[in-house]
């Protein structure tokens, strides 16, 4: 990915893309996915930096959508208040949530590297086709037990998921709600997480599976795209200090090391 000044705030089709701010278990190392962890207060004040900087380069929205975990809805509302456009529609989907981490959520990437190997450990979170130990379907955290899940067809409650198949439910939303505004010449933003945003730019960005070992989404950074009449991404760059989201990129990396 390219990192540019933003000089085109006022771009007709846009789509801004943010991951949430650290959430609690973000800063435990421990695999989070579909379990509703809430922000800390360094990932509270990352999502009031990011839209700092969003208003600094004079960017607006016209339509915001999230996941329906906090850690996302949270920085989600953040940025909007620091922006002045808490009033903005926004939409909140499943299809949006992190890549479901199955029976390893909760437990600690460093530990679970241990007892498994570096080698399965790094195949399901950077690869894309390994899917981690499902959820028995009697464990108390399957989806089909909480409330906002509950409208949602069985077959497609995951017990967990690879990058693959998060893929397509990213790329259904992305064709089914923000395709349309962006062709409307909407300014999107969205809000969500590690391996959706990963999915997305595989999509956008025609990347190889492979090259998704080496793609690491630093939080709080906007993540801008520009794209032309037939929604082909024209730019994308990451927007804020060069080195700054360097180190941000490498704090990424270094998590799994973490006990
Ligand atoms: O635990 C998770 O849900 C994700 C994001 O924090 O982890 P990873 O980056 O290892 O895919």
Redesign the pocket.
Known sequence: MIMTPATTATAEKRLVIVRHGESL??REN????WTDVKLTERGRIEAIEAARLLKQHGYRFDFACTSLLVRAVHSLWLLLDELGQSWLPEEKSWRLN??H?GALEGLN?AVTAERYGHEQVMAW?RGYRAAPPPLLPDDPRHPGRDARYRRLAVASQPLSESLAATEQRVINYWREVIVPRLRRGEHVLLVS???VIRALVKHLDGLEEDALTALYIPTGVPIVYEFDDKIAPRQRYFLGDEQDIANRIAAVIR??SKK
Do not use: D, I, P, V
């Open positions: 278990w973000n421990r695999f989070t996915g992190e890549r981490y990437k979170r997480h590690s391996n998590t799994g």
